[in-house]
């Protein structure tokens, strides 16, 4: 069975800082394309970043919101097979539920935003509020 795992989330004060993780069962995430999407309350997931490799292999991380380029960056522990979304600075406009979402046939193109329909393996989600 194919499944995500997101933890992690938590109640964050503004400029704080917060790691994620995602961890696959079944999935290989070193192989596959993997992006967080981020809910805010009231609104559709929304892409935030995705990470894949190019055709020589190489990781490559692909942002589709710029307010968290600077901020936001993705690691991966391939021994543990465990995604990570470490942030930082971060806005009360961060606040949402983080998803990971991953799929062997997806891609992190850089010309057009990924969507929800793109990846087929979701985990549950972790809340993230960053709040005074």
């Known amino acids: 069975q194919l499944q995500l795992a997101e933890s992690g989330g938590d109640l964050v004060q503004p400029g704080g800082t917060l790691r994620l993780s995602c961890t696959g069962s079944?999935?290989?995430?070193?192989?596959?394309?993997t992006a967080w999407f981020r809910q805010a309350p009231g609104k559709e997931p929304e892409a935030i970043l995705c990470?894949?490799?190019?055709?020589?292999?190489?990781?490559?991380?692909?942002y589709y919101v710029d307010s968290v380029k600077g901020r936001f960056t993705i690691s991966r522990d391939n021994a543990i097979n465990t995604l990570y979304l470490q942030m930082s600075g971060l806005e009360p406009e961060d606040t949402g539920v983080y998803y990971c979402?991953?799929?062997?046939?997806?891609?992190?193109?850089?010309?057009?935003?990924?969507?929800?329909?793109?990846?087929?393996?979701w985990g549950q989600g972790t809340q993230v509020t960053v709040s005074s």
């Open positions: 979402a991953s799929d062997f046939f997806a891609s992190c193109p850089q010309r057009r935003v990924i969507r929800k329909g793109d990846f087929g393996v």
């Open positions: 079944g999935i290989r995430l070193e192989q596959w394309a």
């Open positions: 990470k894949s490799r190019d055709g020589m292999g190489r990781d490559e991380t692909t």
